[in-house]
T-cell receptor, first 114, second 111 residues
Framework: ETGVTQSPTHLIKTRGQQVTLRCSSQSGHNTVSWYQQALGQGPQFIFQYYREEENGRGNFPPRFSGLQFPNYSSELNVNALELDDSALYLC?????????????FGPGTRLTVL | KQEVTQIPAALSVPEGENLVLNCSFTDSAIYNLQWFRQDPGKGLTSLLLIQSSQREQTSGRLNASLDKSSGRSTLYIAASQPGDSATYLCAVTSGTYKYIFGTGTRLKVLA
């Protein structure tokens, strides 16, 4: 069974640029959630995708957007990067079929905005 | 609005000690509570998940309890080892779609 994978591992961008982060869900999981974790803080929910549709969103501006593909992998896109976007971005996959809503996390992408 | 608090923020103990990490939440209408471990700069590793109908879960040297009515959970680590050094996060979900996380407890176990 393949776990959740994310790419790239690290990324450095400058203010105003755009970035795309990628996530492959665990085998059999059709739901992907994205979280932002600033240094020293707990992860904050960005949004979730279920069967290619957005299924809930946290308190993040519209320049944070996402996609989910038919194979349930997902992308997080951030436009007009700001210094405060520097964080560890975590992807988690789950499946409602389990009835547990247990989420399995990937290793994260470390984004640095200069 | 659900808020999750973890106390203490940091903890340093000698190897072999038993210890308790605390997690409290403001809204008792949760679906489940999950404890995670995070090594520096890494992703989250799930340790234990407790459903709202359960009182505790155990895995090896770890035991997590849940008291929904008081809005509290504890993670008990027996016979701590240097390899247990990490940040421990608890998170709750109301069963919709998102986890609400605490800010974590940074644990250091001294050899």
């Amino acid at each position: 069974e393949t776990g959740v994978t994310q790419s790239p591992t690290h990324l450095i961008k400058t203010r105003g640029q755009q970035v795309t982060l990628r996530c492959s869900s665990q085998s059999g999981h059709n739901t992907v959630s994205w979280y932002q974790q600033a240094l020293g803080q707990g992860p904050q929910f960005i949004f979730q995708y279920y069967r290619e549709e957005e299924n809930g969103r946290g308190n993040f501006p519209p320049r944070f957007s996402g996609l989910q593909f038919p194979n349930y992998s997902s992308e997080l896109n951030v436009n007009a990067l700001e210094l405060d976007d520097s964080a560890l971005y975590l992807c988690a996959s789950s499946t409602p079929a389990s009835g547990l809503n247990e989420q399995f996390f990937g290793p994260g992408t470390r984004l640095t905005v200069l | 609005k659900q808020e999750v608090t973890q106390i203490p923020a940091a903890l340093s103990v000698p190897e072999g000690e038993n210890l308790v990490l605390n997690c409290s939440f403001t809204d008792s209408a949760i679906y489940n509570l999950q404890w995670f471990r995070q090594d520096p700069g890494k992703g989250l590793t799930s340790l234990l998940l407790i459903q709202s109908s359960q009182r505790e879960q155990t895995s090896g040297r770890l035991n997590a309890s849940l008291d929904k009515s008081s809005g509290r959970s504890t993670l008990y680590i027996a016979a701590s080892q240097p390899g247990d050094s990490a940040t421990y996060l608890c998170a709750v979900t109301s069963g919709t779609y998102k986890y609400i996380f605490g800010t974590g407890t940074r644990l250091k176990v001294l050899a």
